[in-house]
């Protein structure tokens, strides 16, 4: 499996832009010749966390980085950061605002995903200066 590293910046309320970089982490992880059912993981929790970047964040990055063990996700933003990472994390908790919710966004499932399609999760923020998210995804 070849090495692959790939940062793609994420503005915030960029709505227009929203899902090219997981789209883009799709199709070269295609490329790479990575199963289905591991592609099909990523492809959720990378769209969950891009998205968590462009309705919740002032902006940030996602990171991809592909080796011998496996396919990690790195998102870190600047931004109002989470007071309450248990009740983030709870299904349909949600901080979105009400342009993010009427098209369709804000169903506060998206920390829930990311942690139910990853191998490993771990979350870190700090109110006031942001949140860093990691994933590793097994390829075999």
């Not at 011998?68 to 983030?88: E, N, R, W």
């Not at 990311?114 to 870190?124: L, T, V, Y």
């Amino acid at each position: 499996m070849s090495m692959v590293h790939q940062v793609y910046p994420v503005a915030a309320d960029d709505f227009t832009r929203a899902g090219e970089a997981s789209a883009d982490i799709k199709r070269r992880l295609k490329q790479l010749g990575v199963s289905s059912a591991v592609l099909r993981r990523v492809a959720v929790a990378s769209y969950e966390v891009e998205l968590n970047l462009v309705i919740h964040s002032d902006g940030g990055e996602l990171t991809l980085n592909v080796d011998q063990d496996g396919v990690h996700l790195i998102s870190k933003d600047v931004g109002p950061g989470i007071p309450d990472i248990d009740q983030a994390m709870r299904e349909g908790y949600s901080t979105a605002n009400e342009e993010a919710r009427s098209m369709g966004f804000g169903a506060g499932m998206g920390l829930p995903n990311m942690k139910r399609n990853a191998d490993q999760f771990a979350i870190e923020s700090q109110v006031g200066k942001g949140t860093t998210i990691e994933m590793t995804f097994k390829l075999a």
